[in-house]
């Protein structure tokens, strides 16, 4: 099992910063992809960055590429999503989910075997 914990979601400016944080818990953090996906109201939940074990591979969907970049700290177990210019179509729920063996589809999911709680981010205009 592995335990997910994200903060740092809140209200910001249209053009703005952030810092979401995921802290992991039990497994060893380093076995993990990881990835930043968000949710707004009746749609499914939406690709946002991922991160390789090592943090050798990242990939970003094409709405927040060049403003959001991920990182982790494999010593603190910690994932994060620094997002720039923020826009108000970026208000969502934001999740950090952990995949144990990426198959590539590192976009979808459902590859993802744990997940956070979620932290809202709200931008306004």
């Known amino acids: 099992q592995v335990q997910l914990v994200e903060s740092g979601g809140g209200l910001v400016q249209a053009g703005g910063s952030r810092r979401l944080s995921c802290a992991a818990s039990?497994?060893?953090?380093?076995?993990?992809?990881m990835g930043w996906f968000r949710q707004t109201p009746g749609k499914e939940r939406e690709f946002v960055a991922f991160?390789?074990?090592?943090?050798?591979?990242?990939y970003y969907a094409d709405s927040v590429k060049g403003r959001f970049t991920i990182s982790r700290d494999n010593a603190k177990n910690t994932v994060y999503l620094e997002m720039n210019s923020l826009k108000p179509e970026d208000t969502a729920v934001y999740y950090c989910?952990?995949?144990?063996?990426?198959?590539?589809?590192?976009?979808?999911?459902?590859?993802?075997?744990?997940w956070g709680q979620g932290t809202q981010v709200t931008v306004s205009s």
């Open positions: 989910g952990a995949d144990r063996t990426s198959n590539g589809r590192y976009y979808d999911a459902q590859e993802y075997d744990y």
């Open positions: 039990g497994r060893t953090f380093s076995n993990y992809h």
């Open positions: 991160i390789s074990m090592l943090g050798l591979h990242r």
